[in-house]
């Protein structure tokens, strides 16, 4: 009896701490694609979640390749007209964007 007590305390400190927060490390896992200037393809591979992306010049054409829901901005630093695609979702070709947020915030 004597052992088991502190082995009974010992696990449920590392189920304590496994269950911890995990919200920090999150990525929207997969490419966020969109077409530049010229009509040059990019992409961003398993970007983090809930931070805004604004882009040097305007783009068009994005997909959203991640798991997680991206929301696209017609204005830098995420303001303006914002549009929401989706895991899987294509937007328009013609539609223009200046900024790029991952995750459901």
């Not at 040059?40 to 829901?69: I, L």
């Not at 696209?72 to 294509?90: D, E, N, W, Y």
Request: glycine fraction near 12%; aromatic fraction near 10%.
């Amino acid at each position: 009896m004597r052992l088991f007590r502190p082995i009974v305390v010992a696990l449920a400190g590392l189920a304590l701490a496994m269950a911890g927060p995990v919200d920090a490390a999150v990525a929207a896992k997969g490419p966020f694609s969109f077409l530049g200037p010229g009509d040059k393809p990019f992409f961003v591979e398993n970007p983090p979640d809930n931070r805004c992306y604004t882009m040097s010049q305007e783009v068009h054409g994005a997909y959203n390749g991640t798991g997680s829901p991206a929301t696209i901005f017609s204005g830098k630093k995420c303001a303006g007209t914002a549009v929401r695609l989706a895991p899987g979702q294509r937007a328009e070709r013609k539609m223009t964007f200046s900024s790029v947020r991952f995750g459901g915030r």
